[in-house]
């Protein structure tokens, strides 16, 4: 069973659009949701997180919009530039301080075209 | 600095050989250490964690072992590769929060 899932599978945005990944997830009992970012050959970088107690988490031109009750979040990427272009991971745990088991998504391609 | 490296970069091996792949984080005390491994455009999975020196848990069985000989070392191996081995194999690590951070990786293909 998937524990985490996002759409759409690839997305291609003009430059200067804002980029919309969505995420959703199965079990309640998730509280910690990062987001990372792979460009090809490269290990994912962390770009930005939010807990469950937060329902938006704003880092420059990044933004996590979540919604608990419906077990949703989403990324949004405004001013997106070429070099935005990677795939995203939206990744979900419970947050624990030890061991942290991550359930990953199988991502969203971003192209942006200049 | 970087914190977290990875050896070797990439590896061609042949099915039915071993394989040993390494993973060091320099200046972290006592961290969380991870093995993921990631198919070609595909998902990240955890394969191993260690919370201590001597002590690994698997998560997913795959054929493949750990290892954690030091605190700052983290290794994988096998006797014998797989085809379905093939991969990108990373190397995560943790302290005593949730945020896990990633190695650049090791491409494996096995042939």
């Known amino acids: 069973q998937q524990q985490v899932r996002q759409s759409p599978q690839s997305l291609t945005v003009w430059e200067g659009e804002t980029a919309i990944l969505n995420c959703s997830y199965e079990?309640?009992?998730?509280?910690?949701f990062p987001w990372y970012q792979q460009f090809p050959g490269e290990g994912p970088a962390l770009l930005i997180s939010?807990?469950?107690?937060?329902d938006k988490k704003e880092d420059g031109r990044f933004t996590i919009f979540f919604n608990k009750r419906e077990k949703k979040l989403s990324l949004h990427i405004t001013d997106s530039q070429p070099g935005d272009s990677a795939t995203y991971f939206c990744?979900?745990?419970?947050?624990?301080?030890?061991?942290?088991?991550?359930?990953f998504g199988k991502g969203t391609s971003l192209t942006v075209i200049p | 600095a970087q914190t977290i490296h990875q050896w070797p970069v990439a590896e061609i091996k042949a099915v039915g050989s071993p394989l040993s792949l390494g993973c060091t984080i320099k200046?972290?005390?006592?961290?969380?250490l991870y093995w993921y491994w990631q198919a070609t455009g595909g998902t990240l999975q955890q394969l191993f964690y260690?919370?201590?020196?001597?002590?690994v848990e698997s998560v997913v069985q795959l054929n493949l072992s750990a290892s954690r000989p030091k605190d700052d070392q983290f290794i994988l191996s096998t006797e014998k590769l797989l085809l379905s081995h093939s991969g990108f194999y990373l190397c995560?690590?943790?302290?005593?929060?949730?945020?896990?951070?990633f190695g650049p990786g090791t491409r494996l293909t096995v042939l």
């Open positions: 260690s919370i201590t020196v001597g002590q």
């Open positions: 079990d309640s009992t998730f509280n910690y």
């Open positions: 939010i807990s469950s107690v937060s």
């Open positions: 990744a979900a745990s419970r947050g624990d301080t030890g061991y942290q088991n991550f359930y």
């Open positions: 995560a690590w943790s302290l005593r929060t949730v945020e896990q951070y």
């Open positions: 200046g972290k005390s006592s961290p969380n």
